[in-house]
């Protein structure tokens, strides 16, 4: 479980996180919303000790993130909005291979896992090309097979489907779907709730730092109005459609 309790934060002197409360279980599919702003990245920075509370307490499976970092970092795989970010290696096979060689698996398991990982990004195959010369999409994607092959029990994803073109979009879906159907805990902040409702067991939204809605998608989208949050036009109500 991933637990936020009471957790406030500032940038300088702006608060961006106030007293914010939010609990997710182990193979929970939770959606987090807002306008930008909100403080959706900022919230998620806080799940491997990226960002530290002011005050409040963000713990992994019952131990805070600040007690044991390793841990948390080992518990929670992390897909950032910038994926250049998170690229330690100049191959796609090498950046996915990193993570499962610092948990020193054998050989066989690190290549079964980057494949797997690969073809769930429908980049199967493609271990030898250089980073630098895939385009955003392929990057972002490869962000992606990089926590998927860490095989973590939550993972933490921040617009992950920014310059993903459909099919690499549906795979990724299917993917997270099947994992927290076998037990993952998945967050992903999206603005583009298209497809990932039918998913998620929750729908959580932000305004200035607080969680503002936080019920079955089903039912928050009737809650969300002012906030911003783009509602598919399957799931809004017959008299609001185009
Ligand atoms: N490094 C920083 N220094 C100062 N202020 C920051 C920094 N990062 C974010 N902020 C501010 O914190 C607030 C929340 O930002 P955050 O990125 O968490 O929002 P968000 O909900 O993820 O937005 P978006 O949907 O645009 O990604 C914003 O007002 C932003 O300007």
Redesign the pocket.
């Known amino acids: 479980m991933i637990e936020f309790r009471d957790v406030s934060y500032a940038?300088?002197d702006?608060p961006?996180l106030e007293e914010l409360s939010l609990s997710v279980e182990s193979g929970e599919f939770v959606v987090l919303a807002?306008?930008?702003?909100?403080?959706?990245?900022?919230?998620l920075r806080h799940c491997n000790g990226l960002l530290e509370p002011d005050s409040g307490t963000v713990l992994v499976d019952g131990t805070p993130v600040a007690d044991d970092l390793v841990a948390a970092r080992s518990r929670v795989g992390m897909v950032f909005?910038h994926p250049r970010d998170q690229f330690v290696a100049a191959t796609v096979g090498a950046d996915v291979a990193f993570g499962p060689e610092n948990l020193g698996l054998e050989r066989s398991e690190i290549d079964r896992r980057v494949e797997a990982a690969l073809a769930a990004v429908n980049m199967a195959g493609r271990e030898d090309e250089q980073i630098d010369a895939l385009s955003g999409g392929e990057q972002a994607r490869v962000a992606i097979a990089g926590a998927l092959a860490m095989d973590p029990d939550h993972l933490v994803l921040?617009?992950p489907f920014t310059g993903l073109d459909d099919p690499a979009r549906r795979s990724v879906l299917e993917r997270l779907e099947s994992l927290s159907a076998e037990g993952t805990g998945v967050v992903l902040?999206t603005?583009d709730l298209r497809d990932v409702l039918a998913l998620a067991d929750r729908l959580v939204a932000?305004r200035d730092g607080r969680v503002v809605v936080d019920d079955a998608p089903e039912r928050a989208i009737a809650e969300l109005e002012g906030l911003e949050v783009r509602v598919p036009e399957a799931f809004r109500p017959e008299a609001d459609r185009c």
């Open positions: 940038f300088e702006v961006v807002g306008a930008n702003g909100s403080g959706k990245t900022t919230l909005q921040d617009e902040a603005h932000m």
